[in-house]
């Protein structure tokens, strides 16, 4: 069922977090009558009927023959004083899935509807609880999976870009009103730009266009880097991938040739999420199986954000190495080239080379580093992540306001397009409901971005993306 057509006054439930054994669990609840509906399967059924809202009453969930099901808290709130703004009991139960799952049937089978995804957060925005900045930003802090993206989600969340987009709207607004003014009462014959004083809404802009420019490298929380290890076969690769999830999760061997299929895993670079890969060593070869996992790093290696291109220093850079970083790593996908990052690695060994210029091979830095003892490595990570911010257009700083999504994104940059379309308008005397019209899309955009004038079709796309529960 599509978010827009969830019925509004059911009371619904939903188990609220990971069916795993656990210390707790949580079976929430919401809508008008939730109470009483919770009562009827509580052992307290009239402390929890007069509990005030925002208080706790122990006791147990009872099974419909009045057996014992499990030991909870409930939580009750009351409308308007919940996350939803509406009555509200939330059980706490032990979590073990089985006890969780008991809890969550014995509330619908004494009435409740089981929530839609996103159900509950849909009704906080509905009822005015938060506006769709602040709801997207609750799933994107489910979704954080560094520090870094789960405080620019915190940000949002307690309304920073609400607050921004807000900001720009009322200069917009007082603009908009006094042409509205002028277009009623004209004091001259001609309503032309004349009267409109544009300088007072450079403001709007100037903020619209700071905002937009946020989003690419707040995409990089948002959606992850992908950073891709490569180099030939024996270089360390491996040691160095899992150096980096600081588990053994790549088998590591003295053969080359170990690895043969490229291995990927979560990672974090300074707070921003990476796509970690490991690949095959690079190296000509006769064994078909072999080649082809060698084709696939290539294709991996010119699809990444940032290459980490690793060189075993006892044995020096080969001209292969140099042709590789000198013409930029093609594969398959005619990709642009991935700026890299040379790793200069075992240099716990004796016998270590002089590490060469990286720009004379085309590579950002270079970076010596030890995947056997660690050494280098943070090094190596802040490298790669400066890269990735510098590319990103540097770093938003996390306590200002920022976009978060690419329908945020899209959003501003039509509201800069019709403000840029007013300045014109003024600048060649058009009339004045010209103007008017441009100020009010750039508003309509606006409205968009906080829920205030959202078509139904993305305000499902926006809940239909979280989970059940939320
Ligand atoms: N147990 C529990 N923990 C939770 C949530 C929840 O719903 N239940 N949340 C769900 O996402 C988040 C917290 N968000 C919440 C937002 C508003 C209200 C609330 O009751 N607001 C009322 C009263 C405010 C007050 O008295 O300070 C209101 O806005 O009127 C509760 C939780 C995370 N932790
Ligand atoms: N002393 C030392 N040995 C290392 C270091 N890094 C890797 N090695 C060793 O080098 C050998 C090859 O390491 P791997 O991580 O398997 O190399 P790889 O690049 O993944 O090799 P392929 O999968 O064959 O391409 C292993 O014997 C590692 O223990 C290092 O920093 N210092
Ligand atoms: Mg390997």
Same mark, same amino acid.
Request: aromatic share 6%; charged share 25%.
């Given at each position: 069922m599509?978010?827009?057509?969830?019925?509004?006054?059911?009371?619904?439930?939903?188990?609220?977090?990971?069916?795993?054994?656990s210390?707790?669990?949580?079976?929430?609840?919401s809508?008008a009558?939730?109470i009483?509906?919770?009562?009827?399967?509580?052992?307290?059924?009239?402390?929890?009927?007069?509990?005030?809202g925002?208080?706790?009453?122990?006791?147990?969930?009872?099974?419909?023959?009045?057996?014992?099901?499990?030991e909870?808290?409930?939580?009750?709130?009351?409308?308007?004083?919940?996350?939803?703004?509406?009555?509200?009991?939330?059980?706490?139960g032990?979590?073990?899935?089985?006890?969780?799952l008991?809890?969550?049937?014995?509330?619908?089978?004494?009435?409740?509807?089981?929530?839609?995804?996103?159900?509950?957060?849909?009704?906080?925005?509905?009822?005015?609880?938060?506006?769709?900045?602040r709801?997207?930003?609750? /799933? &994107? #802090?489910? $979704? !954080? @999976?560094?520090?870094?993206?789960r405080?620019r +989600? =915190?940000?949002?969340?307690s309304?920073?870009?609400? /607050? &921004? #987009?807000? $900001? !720009? @709207?009322?200069?917009?607004?007082s603009?908009? +009103? =006094?042409?509205e003014?002028?277009?009623?009462?004209?004091?001259?014959?001609?309503?032309?730009?004349?009267?409109?004083?544009?300088?007072?809404?450079?403001?709007?802009?100037e903020k619209l266009?700071?905002?937009?420019?946020?989003?690419?490298?707040?995409?990089?929380?948002?959606?992850?880097?992908?950073?891709v290890?490569?180099?030939?076969?024996?270089?360390?690769?491996?040691?160095?991938?899992?150096a980096l999830?600081?588990?053994?999760?790549?088998?590591?061997?003295?053969?080359?040739?170990?690895?043969?299929?490229?291995?990927?895993?979560?990672?974090?670079?300074?707070g921003?999420?990476?796509?970690?890969?490991?690949?095959?060593g690079?190296?000509?070869?006769?064994?078909?199986?072999?080649?082809?996992?060698?084709?696939?790093s290539?294709?991996?290696?010119?699809?990444?954000d940032?290459?980490i291109?690793?060189?075993?220093?006892?044995?020096?850079?080969?001209?292969?190495?140099?042709?590789?970083l000198?013409?930029g790593?093609?594969?398959?996908?005619?990709?642009?080239?991935a700026?890299?990052?040379?790793?200069?690695?075992?240099?716990?060994?004796?016998?270590?080379?002089?590490?060469?210029?990286?720009?004379?091979?085309?590579?950002?830095?270079?970076?010596?580093?030890?995947a056997?003892?660690?050494?280098?490595?943070?090094?190596?990570?802040?490298a790669?992540?400066?890269?990735?911010?510098?590319?990103?257009?540097?770093?938003?700083?996390?306590?200002?306001a920022?976009?978060?999504?690419?329908?945020?994104?899209?959003a501003?940059?039509?509201?800069?397009l019709?403000?840029?379309?007013?300045?014109?308008a003024?600048?060649q005397?058009?009339?004045?409901?010209?103007?008017?019209?441009?100020?009010?899309?750039?508003?309509?955009?606006?409205?968009?971005?906080?829920?205030?004038?959202?078509?139904?079709?993305i305000?499902?796309?926006?809940?239909?993306?979280?989970?059940?529960?939320k």
């Amino acid at each position: 069922m599509k978010p827009s057509e969830y019925a509004l006054h059911d009371p619904i439930a939903a188990i609220a977090t990971a069916l795993v054994p656990s210390a707790l669990g949580i079976v929430r609840t919401s809508g008008a009558g939730s109470i009483e509906l919770a009562a009827a399967a509580f052992s307290r059924s009239e402390a929890l009927l007069k509990a005030e809202g925002n208080t706790l009453v122990h006791g147990w969930i009872l099974a419909e023959d009045g057996s014992r099901i499990d030991e909870v808290m409930a939580a009750v709130y009351r409308a308007p004083r919940s996350f939803t703004g509406e009555d509200s009991v939330e059980f706490t139960g032990h979590g073990g899935p089985a006890a969780v799952l008991e809890i969550y049937k014995r509330l619908l089978q004494a009435g409740f509807r089981g929530a839609e995804r996103g159900e509950f957060t849909f009704r906080s925005f509905v009822h005015g609880k938060c506006d769709l900045t602040r709801a997207e930003a609750v /799933r &994107e #802090i489910i $979704e !954080a @999976r560094t520090g870094g993206a789960r405080g620019r +989600a =915190a940000g949002r969340l307690s309304g920073s870009l609400e /607050r &921004e #987009i807000e $900001e !720009a @709207r009322k200069i917009i607004l007082s603009a908009l +009103a =006094a042409i509205e003014v002028e277009i009623e009462y004209p004091e001259d014959e001609e309503t032309t730009a004349g009267a409109w004083d544009p300088a007072l809404t450079t403001a709007a802009l100037e903020k619209l266009k700071i905002l937009e420019s946020t989003w690419s490298s707040e995409r990089l929380y948002r959606e992850g880097a992908r950073v891709v290890i490569a180099g030939k076969t024996n270089a360390g690769k491996s040691s160095l991938f899992n150096a980096l999830l600081k588990e053994e999760r790549a088998i590591v061997s003295d053969i080359h040739g170990t690895t043969r299929d490229w291995l990927e895993s979560g990672s974090d670079f300074a707070g921003i999420p990476v796509n970690l890969y490991d690949t095959a060593g690079i190296r000509h070869t006769a064994d078909a199986v072999e080649a082809e996992g060698v084709q696939r790093s290539l294709n991996l290696a010119s699809e990444a954000d940032v290459l980490i291109y690793l060189v075993d220093s006892t044995a020096g850079m080969t001209a292969e190495d140099r042709a590789l970083l000198n013409e930029g790593i093609q594969g398959d996908a005619t990709g642009s080239k991935a700026p890299v990052v040379i790793a200069w690695n075992k240099a716990d060994k004796p016998g270590t080379l002089a590490p060469p210029e990286p720009g004379s091979l085309g590579a950002e830095t270079l970076v010596q580093i030890s995947a056997k003892t660690g050494t280098g490595i943070s090094d190596l990570v802040r490298a790669a992540a400066g890269i990735l911010m510098e590319k990103a257009g540097g770093a938003t700083r996390t306590n200002s306001a920022a976009l978060g999504s690419e329908r945020q994104k899209a959003a501003v940059h039509s509201a800069v397009l019709a403000l840029d379309h007013a300045f014109r308008a003024a600048e060649q005397g058009f009339p004045m409901d010209a103007i008017a019209q441009d100020l009010e899309d750039a508003l309509g955009a606006l409205g968009e971005i906080t829920g205030e004038t959202t078509p139904a079709d993305i305000l499902d796309e926006v809940f239909s993306g979280f989970c059940v529960g939320k």
